[in-house]
């Protein structure tokens, strides 16, 4: 990441509340196309995610620490804080000493934006103004929100414009949090209804929308040069497993999530 940063276009995308059963098993069905091309041998690695809802891992990610491998390490990462005892920084780091990666990358020279999508992002009080509040740019919009059927296109369409409007030769880190398979997921299955509620066939039916619309964003972020991106969901959440629902708790389908990062290369 040390030659990475300052060469390339940096993406981050939070496919928010993504379980890594249902991502594993549909990329092996071949029902998410678009984004199986780009995960390393075709599958999404197994990590374990920073936090268990979306406030704490967003918190623990823009501080450099991404979903950890899920065995046995240390295991070196990408970017870090710089600070003494630090057994995971490792030569090939970005160091940033700032508070964040975020600010991190805004010294080196990027333009960062933000594109929110659950309501930690929403900006409509002090705590959904914190995470996008890193960014020198923030959108949201209900258009992007949890209740919309169609908010990632909406999100992929303001990404979009906003990567036309950069001059050339700045440099941009985008981030996208995704709020499609956060519920309600359910208008995402053909057939299913309100009162049925979501379930892991809404979920795994959200993700095939998101992969649906997700060549876009990759094209829009490797229009003007070689893009790094990572993908991952920084929890996942609980359908009836052991009986509990939801996350913000300690079940292993909300710990273990999907992650992959790749080169997007520049379009020619």
């Known amino acids: 990441m040390t030659e990475v940063v300052g060469r390339d276009d940096l993406l981050l995308v939070t496919l928010d509340t993504l379980r890594f ?25 197994k990590r374990h995610a920073p936090g268990s809802f979306t406030y704490a891992s967003h918190q623990a990610i823009f501080a450099g620490f991404l ?20 057994e995971t920084t490792a030569a090939r780091t ?28 929403n900006k409509l009080g002090p705590l959904g103004s914190v995470l996008p ?51 309600p997921n359910w208008f995402h299955l053909p057939g ?5 509620g979501d379930s892991r066939e809404t979920h795994a039916a959200a993700l095939e929308y998101v992969d649906r619309h997700i060549g876009r964003l990759f094209a829009a972020a ?14 996942g959440t609980a359908y009836g497993d052991d009986g509990f629902t939801g996350h913000r708790l300690g079940h292993d389908v909300v710990w273990t999530v999907p992650y992959a990062h790749f080169f997007l290369e520049a379009a020619a």
């Open 94 to 121: 970005f160091v940033f000493d700032t508070p964040d990666l975020v600010s991190g990358l805004a010294d080196a020279g990027y333009r960062t934006v933000c594109i929110g999508g659950v309501g930690f992002f």
């Open 21 to 45: 059963d249902v991502a594993a098993e549909l990329a092996a069905a071949g029902r998410i196309p678009n984004l199986a091309r780009h995960l390393p041998g075709g599958v999404w690695e």
């Open 133 to 183: 509040g890193m960014f020198q740019e923030s959108h949201w919009d209900p258009e992007f929100g949890v209740a919309s059927p169609t908010s990632f296109e909406a999100q992929v369409d303001l990404a979009e414009k906003i990567v036309a409007g950069l001059p050339y030769d700045q440099r941009l880190f985008l981030f996208v949090n995704v709020p499609s398979l956060h519920q």
């Open 192 to 196: 299913a209804t309100r009162d049925a």
């Open 222 to 235: 490797s229009s003007r040069r070689r893009c790094f991106a990572i993908a991952c969901s920084d929890h």
């Open 67 to 86: 979903p950890t491998p899920a065995a046995p390490g240390p295991h070196p990462r990408l970017f870090a804080a710089r600070f003494p005892g630090s």
